[in-house]
T-cell receptor, first 114, second 116 residues
Framework: DQQVKQNSPSLSVQEGRISILNCDYT??????FLWYKKYPAEGPTFLIS?????DKNEDGRFTVFLNKSAKHLSLHIVPSQPGDSAVYFC?????????????FGSGTQLTVLP | GAGVSQSPRYKVAKRGQDVALRCDPI?????LFWYQQALGQGPEFLTY????????KSGLPSDRFFAERPEGSVSTLKIQRTQQEDSAVYLC??????????????FGPGTRLTVL
């Protein structure tokens, strides 16, 4: 039973355009959401996060939107660059305490075409 | 500064062999996590340490899996009597406590285990 789902295994976008990566979750106890980026043969790298008390968080070219009622979040990258080509993982966490395990989706391979 | 390092980067084992995977977290990081990533999937939680204490091992798939962090820094994940289904990338992550953004975990490059 996947609690975090990324239904698009891959996405191709032209350089300069917007990339939109989607993620759905089923566990209503999740209260913090993160996006990680992964290049081949490297570990995932933190990109951006959002708390469940917000519906939007922006950091440069990256914006994460959270729709709690729909249990859906999305990552927008504007403008997309070839260096953004990587696998993007959505992750969620819940509960109290300062260090908590992450539940990941299966990832979306983003390819930005020059 | 140095990030999380893991060794070996690649390990090939024959079915039934024992393996030990090492993780060196970022210096001063209190929390350490192990994840297992199967091909085409996202990482899945295995176990969590706060300093030397193993606070959560609910993700370990069987009693063949054992993790330790005796001095609160380096951690070792041991798999006994390896099976083919153990083939995966094993990721280690560390984090500080009570910093923003909450739960930013820094990942190592992983150890790719192949069991023949």
């Amino acid at each position: 039973d996947q609690q975090v789902k990324q239904n698009s295994p891959s996405l191709s976008v032209q350089e300069g355009r917007i990339s939109i990566l989607n993620c759905d979750y089923t566990n209503s106890m999740f209260d913090y959401f993160l996006w990680y980026k992964k290049y081949p043969a490297e570990g995932p790298t933190f990109l951006i996060s959002i708390s469940s008390i917000k519906d939007k968080n922006e950091d440069g070219r990256f914006t994460v939107f959270l729709n709690k009622s729909a249990k859906h979040l999305s990552l927008h990258i504007v403008p997309s660059q070839p260096g953004d080509s990587a696998v993007y993982f959505c992750a969620a966490t819940r509960g109290s305490g300062s260090a908590r395990q992450l539940t990941f989706g299966s990832g979306t391979q983003l390819t930005v075409l020059p | 500064g140095a990030g999380v390092s893991q060794s070996p980067r690649y390990k090939v084992a024959k079915r039934g062999q024992d393996v030990a995977l090492r993780c060196d977290p970022i210096s001063g990081h209190v929390s350490l996590f192990w994840y297992q990533q199967a091909l085409g999937q996202g990482p899945e939680f295995l176990t969590y340490f706060q300093n030397e204490a193993q606070l959560d091992k609910s993700g370990l798939p069987s009693d063949r899996f054992f993790a330790e962090r005796p001095e609160g820094s380096v951690s070792t994940l041991k798999i006994q009597r390896t099976q083919q289904e153990d083939s995966a990338v094993y990721l280690c992550a560390s984090s500080q406590e009570r910093v923003r953004p909450l739960n930013e975990q820094f990942f190592g490059p992983g150890t790719r285990l192949t069991v023949l």
